[in-house]
């Protein structure tokens, strides 16, 4: 039976450079063109660590080339032209993976904003450090216009931003309607661009979002049958890592629950997933969460592997 699925790229689908993301999205649009392939309606979104990365690394290198020109993109700025340059290499290698497959859909990236909630309590407590290091001086420098710098293991000083929850993907319903068309769209790249609503207005914020909880939310708009996490590992592990390592398959909600509070997924890689997963399964009678391999995304969803979480 065909499904509408929300599928979460991680970092394995796209590589840490230039050279690498062009080579991984080619594996990566085999994995989405065979759901696309089986009738499954898809939206994709994806992360952008070490792309963002990239991004305020050479738009501060400019900057300090030439201060007088102003080039300092914000970090909402660099968020939506990581969304543009990886939707540009992704929707390029779908789109002809999709046409050597006899299957001429239209694929497309749309620039994604996330609303945040300016009360989360993330903002007090920033966790994500970005850009690059910094000298004493430095970081003092930007203390001073109010921003949060941690030390990092003696490597230098680095900015940190707040991982807020997303509450509201301010394009939704183009993603529901390209989505109702039969076309493939992807959404909320990078967890989406962090935005304030002020009145009319949407306020970029130097912030990330955690791009797994967005797109369990994107699959809760979208009122989507599955949500496919795509990562580096085939099935999530009881004591991962450890000689009684224990691979899952199919867990309950309860049982994801439990397990989470036992600690048994790592804070900032596993148990983000298992978070947004658990919270989509439970959202609505019937939805289920998958987290698998990125080259088994149509194993999984047909039930030969993977980690179900409904
Ligand atoms: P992504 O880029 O896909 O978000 P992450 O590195 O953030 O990937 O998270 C996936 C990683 O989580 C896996 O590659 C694995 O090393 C790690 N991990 C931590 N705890 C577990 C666990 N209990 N079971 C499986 N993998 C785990
Ligand atoms: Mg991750």
Redesign the pocket.
Known sequence: MPKKIVVAL???ALGNTLPEQMAAVKCTAKAIADLIEEGHQVAVCH?N?PQVGMIHLAMSALNQLDPGQHVMAPLSVCVAMSQGYIGYDLQNALREELLDRGIPKPVATLITQVCVDPEDPAFQKPTKPIGRFMTHQEAQALIGKGDSVVEDAGRGYRRVVASPRPVDIVEIETVKALLADGQVVIAAGGGGIPVIRQGNHLKGVGAVID??FASALMAQRVDADELI?????E????N?GKPNQTWLSDITVQQARAYLAEG???P???AP?VQAALEFAASKENRAALITLLEKAKDGIEGRTGTRIH
């Open positions: 991680g970092g394995n992360g660590g791009k797994d996490l795509l990562t580096a590992v099935k999530i592990a009881l991962f048994h997924f790592a900032g890689s596993m997933k």
